[in-house]
T-cell receptor, first 111, second 111 residues
Framework: EDQVTQSPEALRLQEGESSSLNCSYT??????LFWYRQDPGKGPEFLFT???AGEEKEKERLKATLTKKESFLHITAPKPEDSATYLC????????????FGGGTRLMVKP | SQTIHQWPATLVQPVGSPLSLECTVE??????LYWYRQAAGRGLQLLFY??????ISSEVPQNLSASRPQDRQFILSSKKLLLSDSGFYLC????FGQGHHFGDGTRLSIL
């Protein structure tokens, strides 16, 4: 069974304090790993897709990396507007288009 | 560009009443469509998915049902709501091999 575990569940940072969110996964043949941002009361917003170990993607202050067991979402010099819940999901090679989601990390950035 | 519409944004219903939530997608043909439920502070639970008109697969036994009367229309229904049906319902679409794109959700409260 595919499993995704995100840590920490919640993270409080001061503005400018860089950190990383972790997404550990167990999947039968990874087809893709997806990162989403979710603001309160809204649907998840797509951020990145990673397909193979060693791949990296960047967008503004965010950088996602992938190994064979986990993915990291690095946040450099965060701002209060980066506060949100960040969700990780995996797509297995034998699961059609299905995604398995982790429980998310709630990030709070204080000014 | 593709867009997804979900309505209503919020809904308050009494126990035992019926439910109909609607989702439509624009700008793409023959998408895979999904209904998810998200409990407060928790991850996403897949309820139903559809790969084509009239084709519905259920992931979780419950008193909810789904229908896909048109290619880009997906409906979530119930004949009699339970208190446990409260939650945040999200519709999503995808094409093969890609991540899911979400609507803004419906906040359902059962009284």
């Amino acid at each position: 069974e595919d499993q995704v575990t995100q840590s920490p569940e919640a993270l409080r940072l001061q503005e400018g304090e860089s950190s990383s969110l972790n997404c550990s996964y167990t999947v039968s043949g990874l087809r893709g790993l997806f990162w989403y941002r979710q603001d309160p009361g809204k649907g998840p917003e797509f951020l990145f897709t990673l397909y193979s170990a060693g791949e990296e993607k960047e967008k503004e202050r965010l950088k996602a990396t992938l190994t064979k067991k986990e993915s990291f979402l690095h946040i450099t010099a965060p701002k209060p507007e980066d506060s949100a819940t960040y969700l990780c999901a995996v797509q297995a090679g034998n699961a059609g288009n299905m995604l398995t989601f982790g429980g998310g990390t709630r990030l709070m950035v204080k000014p | 560009s593709q867009t997804i519409h979900q309505w209503p944004a919020t809904l308050v219903q009494p126990v035992g009443s019926p439910l109909s939530l609607e989702c439509t997608v624009e700008g793409t043909s023959n998408p895979n469509l999904y209904w998810y439920r998200q409990a407060a502070g928790r991850g996403l639970q897949l309820l139903f998915y559809s790969v084509g008109i009239g084709q519905i697969s259920s992931e979780v036994p419950q008193n909810l049902s789904a229908s896909r009367p048109q290619d880009r229309q997906f409906i979530l229904s119930s004949k009699k709501l339970l208190l446990s049906d409260s939650g945040f319902y999200l519709c999503a679409w995808s094409t093969f091999g890609q991540g899911h794109h979400f609507g803004d959700g419906t906040r359902l409260s059962i009284l």
